[in-house]
């Protein structure tokens, strides 16, 4: 087993840091998910995502939005309607993305519990 000192064992990664403050709130990963194919608008955004309010929605996006990963775009009407896209930078999320989705089809498949079999 690796020599840790305390200190080394305190600090923590600040890429890891940024990303956790950001994947790690509910509903962020699901959003960036559901965009990966392409530009969704709001309404079909919501229908998506079963249980987010349009409340988080919103204000996930916007969080999104402030990062630099999602766009969002007013479609010419009528009617009126609001899309979100993923930029290069948010689009860049999807081999990390997958390899998780991955991760959990393996480690997490028995009803979010890990397998007896892996936790040795």
Do not use: N
């Not at 840091?17 to 990963?29: A, I, M």
């Not at 775009?73 to 997958?98: I, N, Q």
Request: aromatic fraction near 6%; charge should be neutral; proline fraction near 6%.
């Amino acid at each position: 087993m690796a020599d840790h000192t305390e200190a080394m064992c305190r600090q923590v990664d600040g890429g890891m840091t940024r990303v956790f403050e950001l994947f790690g709130k509910r509903w962020t990963g699901l959003i960036v998910a559901t965009l990966m194919p392409g530009p969704v608008h709001f309404a079909d955004l919501r229908r998506a995502i079963p249980g987010i309010s349009e409340r988080m929605l919103s204000d996930r996006l916007m969080e999104l939005a402030g990062t630099g990963l999602v766009v969002r775009e007013v479609d010419a009407g009528p009617p009126l309607r609001v899309s979100y896209r993923l930029t290069e930078a948010g689009r860049a999320m999807e081999p990390a993305l997958k390899e998780l989705g991955r991760w959990a089809e393996t480690y997490l498949a028995d009803g979010g519990q890990c397998p007896e079999r892996f936790r040795k």
